[in-house]
């Protein structure tokens, strides 16, 4: 599950809180048993993580700054990280309406199905990808009974992408949505306010940061997704996305190449990162 | 805006389930058993089956650690473990997978080649499927145990220490009966997560089919599909049932934390 899998809203705050000031009442100095479980821990992570990328990285690099900046700017990776990046971009932007909307819907609406609506947006989390492209393509492909084939289209690639990330906003807006309190709201409608304004200056700018948070790992999420990539794409050269591009140079055994791609893929997960973190505190300093 | 919003669910993703079960329902219940019980299907259930669960043993004892390490302490570079933890899922597959096949790869690897040349295998095997499958689901047992540790604070546990119980009472006694539904969250999540793993896998696998297969049940999706084989409908609706489920168990779970 790609991440209830990626579980939206609960991104670093989780797992280091800044906001809970250290203090001695709330934590502890290290210890034997406890410092030793650090090591093993800090280890473990060194083998599985932090090796494994720094290798990706020196890779990239072996052949210097300029062997990078060329395996980067050749037509197929630059055109692989073009695509990639305007349909992440632009998939964000329909999450951010559509999540909000959706979240709106699930969170002030009532109605029959509620329920199902509710399991539906976390399946695109908990489905295999391929399994996602295989779906994607059985109604927007080949066989279509509907007279849509998307396959081996940039349409279909976007569209995809739409599938794989439909789940990051709504789940982070819901929450904050479930929390705001409606006496503001209900305020500015007997004063007069259409339903419009209030929800552009009442319930917009408290939704803001966790529709940023939801947007970014949303944008994250498309610029990383390979396996429906790799069904909808039908293996043409103008539906490569970056994660496809990486993964036939290490068909080739081209690892230098993959692993400059993937160094700048690895550099946009980094910023989304940095971003969150400073979304958070934005969230924190309001709430 | 509630037609906008299950329009736009429906088309996403709803229509496309149902087609595809649809689909499985149409070829009939004999190309349905046929599909999933062919040595090779078995073979693929079987891996997926054993990947997941050494994946997700070793998560959840170094989640519950972890977050217990990051909740209770304070130590130089907790900040630092805490945003590697967090970028190890928002990496893309793929490059977890390169990642992996650069360190342990058997010919060129920086451990690979010695451990290659010693007899063991990690790319290509059953320990390097492990691995990619632990890699892309490190944070989520420590991200849901993490906030309840943090809630509970460390009262109980000082009164317990203080009446004289060792640290393996205090934790079966007060640690674990505190942190069990956000374990049991994420401990679903993290199967989920596992089964479904692909991109990673894909690389570090080699996706062998036949003699020593490495091919797990989602690069058996994509051979069938790849090869124009039937039965990729009926592999699928299987996936798909186990992520319904998941989501189903967790949604029963969740409310019990948080509500």
């Known amino acids: 599950m790609t991440a209830v899998l990626d579980a939206p809203g609960a991104v670093s705050e989780d797992i280091a809180p800044r906001h809970v000031p250290a203090s001695a009442e709330t934590t502890l100095r290290l210890r034997g048993t406890s410092g030793l479980g650090l090591g093993i821990a800090v280890s473990w992570l060194s083998v599985l993580v932090l090796i494994p990328l720094a290798a990706v990285v020196a890779k990239s690099t072996g052949g210097g700054w300029s062997g990078f900046w060329h395996d980067v700017t050749t037509p197929g990776a630059w055109q692989a990280l073009r695509l990639t990046l305007l349909c992440s971009l632009g998939v964000s932007v329909v999450n951010a309406v559509m999540g909000t909307l959706i979240a709106w819907v699930l969170v002030r609406d009532r109605f029959r199905g509620r329920r199902l609506l509710e399991i539906v947006i976390d399946i695109p989390f908990a489905l295999p990808t391929i399994v996602a492209g295989l779906v994607l393509l059985v109604l927007y492909g080949p066989t279509t009974p509907v007279g849509i084939n998307l396959l081996g289209t940039q349409r279909g690639v976007f569209f995809a992408l739409l599938f794989v990330t439909l789940p990051f906003v709504v789940r982070t807006v819901q929450p904050v949505l479930l929390n705001l309190d409606t006496e503001a709201e209900e305020a500015a409608a007997s004063l007069g306010a259409p339903p419009a304004t209030t929800f552009r200056r009442i319930v917009l700018p408290v939704l803001l940061p966790a529709i940023a948070s939801g947007t970014a790992l949303a944008f994250a999420r498309a610029m990383g997704e390979f396996g429906s990539m790799l069904l909808i794409s039908g293996g043409l050269d103008r539906t490569r996305v970056s994660s496809m591009y990486i993964f036939q140079q290490i068909e080739n055994f081209d690892y230098a190449s993959a692993a400059a791609v993937a160094t700048v893929l690895l550099v946009v997960s980094l910023i989304v990162l940095l971003l969150l973190d400073v979304l958070q505190r934005w969230a924190a300093r309001r709430g | 805006m509630r037609g906008l919003a299950i329009g736009y669910v429906s088309v996403v993703v709803l229509l496309p389930l149902i087609v595809i079960c649809w689909r ?95 007899g063991f295998d990690v790319i290509y095997a059953v320990p390097g499927m492990i691995l990619a499958t632990a890699f892309v689901s490190l944070p989520l047992v420590v991200r849901e145990v993490v906030p309840v540790l943090e809630d509970e604070g460390i009262e109980q546990e000082q009164a317990a220490q203080m ?47 036949g003699a020593g297969q490495t091919q797990t049940a989602t690069l058996l999706v994509d051979e069938r599909v790849e090869q124009l084989e039937p039965g990729s409908y009926q592999v699928s609706l299987v996936l798909i049932v186990v992520a319904v489920i998941a989501i189903v168990v967790v949604s029963f779970i969740r409310p019990k934390e948080s509500a």
């Open chain 2, 24 to 118: 499985v329902v149409e070829q009939g219940a004999a190309q349905f058993w046929d599909a999933i019980s062919s040595a090779q299907a078995v073979k693929a259930f079987e891996l997926t089956g054993i990947v997941t669960v050494a994946a997700v043993a070793i998560n959840t004892v170094f989640g519950v650690g972890v977050a217990i390490l990051l909740a209770r302490y304070r130590f130089p570079g907790k900040r630092a473990l805490g945003a590697l933890i967090d970028l190890s899922i928002s990496v893309s597959p793929i490059v977890v997978g390169l990642a992996l096949v650069l360190v342990y790869g058997p010919y060129n690897g920086w451990f690979g080649k010695p451990l290659h040349d010693g």
């Open chain 2, 163 to 209: 009446l004289g119980a060792n640290a393996l009472q205090r934790f079966r006694r007060i640690t674990l009966p505190t942190i069990k539904w956000a374990l049991a969250y994420g401990v679903v999540l993290s199967i989920a997560r596992a089964i479904g793993e692909f991109g990673a896998v894909k690389v570090v696998s080699g996706d062998i089919s």
